[in-house]
């Protein structure tokens, strides 16, 4: 005998009898919401809500072994180190990449697809893993969106803290520059790689606590200097998505061309070597300097903010104010101290 209980769809909101739905995770659903809201996922076979499905798996796969794996170490190579994730709007069937790459795949709440990111590279065997990488995701037919980017690292494990300084003030006044090289967005409106907040002042002032002023920093800049605390890396978030091979390669020489040429520079002398593109192109070299020259946007005129090539006498290095303020509490506890060892006097009126 059939079941005369409707129940409300959860998806159009309509009555339906019980027989007639379809239950998925506590609702019910009929024939046509069960079309265009549940989907099967191909990990475990469950039938689960659209809402659910990132990356072509549902959340449960997400979080397993299987959806997400590390990178593999790669062997030593001349040449400076750096390491690389690609973000993508859709991967369908990734997973059989696993053992086929260096590049490991990992969840990411901010896009639709999943983002694969490579062990530390190094040299021309590093530019043929990417190339190798985006071959597989090309033939995959992965694909990326607006909402998704590049992020590079720059290996900074032999620096010192005042050739760090040298590539964080070098990166601050040039920062201009490369957001031209990007797209609108990601130069302007993206919340995950933000214009600086920081002026070039700031980094001359914090001479003596620079890795922690670091620390203190918005990984979501154009550049994240936070990342040196976990990572011992400069993390450039700045470029759109992209599964190019060459436009990552090229993306990843220019900055390793830039950082080896500043980092070893005063910083007075950066302030007047890094004035312009024209001086960008002469560190690059004339073949990325050619590459970046198509793709560069005007930029606007803006107001710039004042640089100092010594503090000025209005600000105080922030080693001054942490010795007054000690000072200050010690000539306060000597006061409280005093005033806890006057005898009470009792006043008569």
């Not at 995959?140 to 803290?161: E, S």
């Not at 002026?199 to 200097?225: K, M, P, Q, T």
């Not at 560190?283 to 090539?309: F, M, N, Q, T, W």
Request: charged content about 20%; hydrophobic content about 30%; some cysteine.
């Amino acid at each position: 005998m059939p079941n005369s209980t409707t129940v409300l769809c959860r998806g159009c909101g309509q009555r339906t009898p019980i027989d007639n739905l379809t239950y998925c995770q506590c609702f019910y659903y009929c024939p046509e919401c069960a079309r265009s809201e549940l989907y099967s996922c191909p990990g475990c076979l469950r039938t689960v809500n659209r809402l659910d499905m990132h990356a072509g798996l549902c959340s449960r796969c997400r979080t397993s072994e299987v959806a997400t794996w590390d990178s593999t170490p790669m062997a030593n190579d001349p040449g400076q180190c750096f390491g690389v994730e690609l973000e993508t709007s859709s991967c369908n069937g990734y997973r059989s990449l696993r053992g086929n790459t260096c590049f490991g795949a990992k969840y990411d709440g901010s896009i639709s697809g999943m983002e694969f990111v490579s062990p530390i590279l190094q040299g021309v065997s590093g530019f043929n893993e990417i190339t190798a990488f985006c071959k597989e995701a090309n033939a995959r037919g992965f694909t990326v969106d607006g909402d998704c980017g590049l992020h590079i690292h720059i290996d900074m494990r032999d620096t010192t803290t005042n050739q760090r300084r040298a590539i964080a003030y070098a990166y601050c006044i040039t920062y201009p520059i490369w957001a031209s090289f990007v797209n609108q967005y990601r130069a302007h409106d993206c919340r995950y790689c933000t214009t600086p907040s920081y002026s070039a002042s700031d980094i001359v002032l914090h001479e003596y606590n620079f890795n922690g002023w670091c620390e203190r920093r918005n990984r979501y800049e154009f550049v994240n200097l936070a990342a040196y605390s976990k990572h011992q890396t400069f993390e450039i978030r700045g470029y759109q998505g992209t599964l190019n091979p060459v436009e990552i390669i090229n993306w990843i020489k220019a900055h390793l061309k830039f950082v080896e040429f500043v980092k070893d520079i005063p910083l007075p002398e950066l302030l007047g070597l890094l004035t312009s593109w024209k001086a960008l192109k002469k560190i690059i070299g004339p073949d990325l300097a050619r590459y970046y020259g198509r793709k560069k946007r005007p930029e606007p005129a803006r107001e710039s903010r004042p640089v100092y090539d010594t503090p000025p006498p209005f600000m105080m290095p922030e080693s001054w104010v942490r010795q007054r303020s000690e000072a200050f509490r010690h000539v306060g506890e000597q006061i409280a101290r005093a005033w806890r060892q006057t005898p009470d006097i009792n006043l008569t009126f």
